[in-house]
């Protein structure tokens, strides 16, 4: 495993092997960016929507 | 031949459940083969409840209707596949999902199980274990997915009524390349015990059919509140109210992050759908783009969570595909999932006063009609994107919020040939699936919306 994005991986025991990591990791960039984007200027007074919760329930 | 044409026959006495039901399996022998929509046909099971209708039910909503469930769906006796070859290893379901169950005690006929794209992870109707979901259209060309085998069944003429699973647009997609009317209903509307999950915050479940009114009868059925689902909200039945009309209804087209996604076929779609929708104006969502990637996030993040104890063991037995965005979902921080989830929050605040101005709002539902198999590149415009991970970019904002959408197929422009299915989507706020689906009826009687294909006869 040569990148270090994929580290994380063996912790969780994900064995990830050699030929898969390039698609993994355009994947986990484009996971990270997109992320990163939608984490930008939430206001602190935010709880995320529950997970079990619909969206027009009282 | 709609499903309710086939209810109203069996009621009538002019037709037997027995009948339609050996029609079908018939039918599916002969074609199945080259549409690859069938993963299990159970015609002893179907056999039997088609006498019980034609002795009991003839009076049921949908008497004598076959059907078949994306094989996501239990189905007590089969294993639950969910497209993968690891859920093989599972255990037969002891009992069916609700849905099945409830749409059977509505008289309708299951007669089997289909294919779909591996744990529901991708827009195709690809399968690496089971072979693809083809188009009935054009059989070189995806079905459209996850529930790919759901659009080649009743587009194929196979069944008039199938049942698929909506997270990102699973129901839509496959509804837009294969020329179909369907339906994700608002999140927490359907329960969906029994079903293989992907993402608990936004999986729904919902029906694909022929017209709007066998997509208003079979969401009908399923309604009410299940403890089985914790999500399942604990609303009684509302029904679709079809013959209500759009009389009063205001209906905003929306641009921006829509118009330029969609290709010129998508948005000429909407356009004629439009036109048919008296006094339809402009509208914005400038949330949309960041409401697509917090719905991309949570579904990496949540997915990759289900599937943890797989990916641990036996990565190499998914679908390469699936695995790669798998993998990449269990490696996000945990900090950008709770932002996402957060997002989605702030996204819900910021959309739903829309609906103050605007009873349904209409969206392309593909940037283009169904690419050719094994296609792995979208054009959109000048960008070339990763295909099954983008061809439902302009569903999956509604996914984030819940939100209920009606799946309309759009006629062919006149003189343009027959070229292939387009659909738009009706988009209505939190639990007005009955607002979707009266504009879904009105465009289809208006002519601007009919199913694409042959309408097959199943009496």
């Known amino acids: ?58 | 031949m709609s499903a309710a044409a086939i209810a109203g026959a069996v009621r009538d006495g002019r037709a037997d459940a027995a009948g339609v039901v050996e029609l079908t399996l018939s039918r599916i022998a002969e074609r199945d083969a080259a549409l690859g929509a069938f993963t299990a046909v159970l015609a002893d099971r179907a056999r039997a409840r088609a006498a019980w209708v034609d002795r009991e039910g003839r009076h049921l909503p949908l008497a004598g209707v076959p059907f078949a469930v994306k094989n996501l769906f239990d189905v007590a006796g089969l294993t639950t596949l969910a497209g993968s070859r690891i859920n093989r290893d599972l255990p037969p379901a002891a009992a069916d999902a609700a849905a099945v169950r409830r749409l059977e005690a509505a008289g309708a006929v299951l007669v089997g199980a289909l294919n779909m794209g591996e744990y529901a992870y991708d827009f195709t109707g690809e399968n690496a274990h089971y072979g693809p979901s083809r188009n009935p259209h054009d059989t070189g060309r995806m079905a459209g997915g996850s529930s790919g085998g759901s659009g080649t069944a009743v587009a194929g003429g196979l069944v008039p009524l199938a049942l698929g699973s909506d997270t990102n647009g699973s129901v839509r997609v496959p509804a837009a390349f294969c020329g179909l009317f369907g339906l994700r209903p608002t999140y927490g509307r359907l329960s969906r015990a029994g079903t293989f999950p992907f993402v608990a915050s936004l999986d729904t479940v919902g029906p694909l059919a022929r017209t709007a009114a066998d997509v208003a009868l079979a969401y009908e059925a399923m309604q009410g509140p299940d403890a089985l689902d914790p999500a399942c909200a604990g609303r009684s039945v509302e029904p679709a109210r079809l013959a209500d009309g759009i009389e009063g209804l205001r209906v905003g087209v929306l641009g921006g992050y829509f118009r330029d996604n969609a290709g010129p076929d998508a948005w000429a779609a909407l356009e004629r759908a439009a036109a048919a929708l008296p006094g339809a104006g402009k509208a914005e969502w400038p949330g949309a783009a960041f409401a697509r990637q917090a719905a991309y996030v949570v579904t990496a993040v949540e997915g990759a969570a289900l599937h943890l104890g797989r990916l641990r063991t036996r990565a190499a037995e998914f679908d390469p595909e699936v695995r790669d965005r798998l993998i990449a979902g269990a490696l996000v921080p945990g900090s950008l999932y709770v932002a996402a989830q957060r997002h989605r929050r702030a996204a819900r605040d910021a959309m739903l006063p829309l609906f103050d101005r605007f009873d349904a709002l209409l969206a392309p539902s593909t940037p283009c009609p169904a690419p050719p198999l094994g296609a792995k590149v979208l054009r959109v415009g000048d960008e070339e994107l990763p295909l099954r991970a983008t061809v439902g970019l302009l569903a999956q904002p509604f996914s984030c919020l819940g939100l209920p959408v009606a799946a309309v197929p759009i006629v062919a422009k006149q003189g343009a040939g027959p070229g292939l299915p387009l659909g738009v989507q009706v988009v209505a706020a939190p639990w007005r699936e009955d607002v979707c689906l009266r504009v879904a009826a009105h465009l289809e009687q208006a002519g601007v919306a009919r199913a694409a294909g042959e309408d097959p006869a199943w009496t």
């Open chain 1, 1 to 58: 495993m040569t990148d270090p994005l994929l580290a994380p991986a063996e912790a969780l025991g994900i064995a990830v092997a050699p030929e898969w990591e390039a698609a993994v990791l355009f994947h986990l960039r484009l996971l990270l960016r997109l992320g990163a984007e939608v984490s930008e200027g939430l206001p602190d007074a935010l709880d995320p929507l529950p997970l079990d919760r619909p969206p027009g329930a009282p």
